[in-house]
């Protein structure tokens, strides 16, 4: 017989990298845990995952974009379960769509553009660390990067 946590489907979310002129990166600081992430969230039931991406950033950042290539497909293995990631190139934002960005206060303490040699360990949780590497691997290439990765606590 087989268990029911054998086909358990796995936690999946989405996310972008969103950069300003300068080349910078937005990251925020959710307010519900440690570190910091790129903008994005959990994919609903029936969504796509660039439909998602593109639904969390109006809700985090009240932006209106249309996400571009995928850039990372992460699948992680942790003590909590399995978590599947996507991440997207959501392009760069002018002057006026900078000025524009409204963060969702319930679930976003802080927003910041940074270079990403400025971004260290102590902003990136430990077990993000690989799936932020591939992803400025991928962004400086043409193929997305696959990433599997067990995750120890």
Known sequence: MESN????????????????AQGRILIVKPTYKEGWNLPGGRIEPGETPSDACQREIHEELGLHLNVGRLLVDAKLLTPAGEHVYYVFDAGWLTD???????????EI???????????????????????????????SGTEPEVLERTVQP
Do not use: C, N, Y
């Open 5 to 20: 946590t054998e086909h358990a489907r796995p936690m999946a979310s989405a996310g972008a990298v969103i950069t300003d």
């Open 96 to 106: 006026e769509q900078k000025a524009a960005i409204r963060v969702q206060e319930s």
């Open 109 to 139: 303490e802080q927003h910041q553009f940074s270079a990403p040699e400025d971004i260290g360990p102590d902003q990136i949780p430990p077990a993000a660390r690989p799936m932020w590497e591939a992803t400025l691997k991928a962004l």
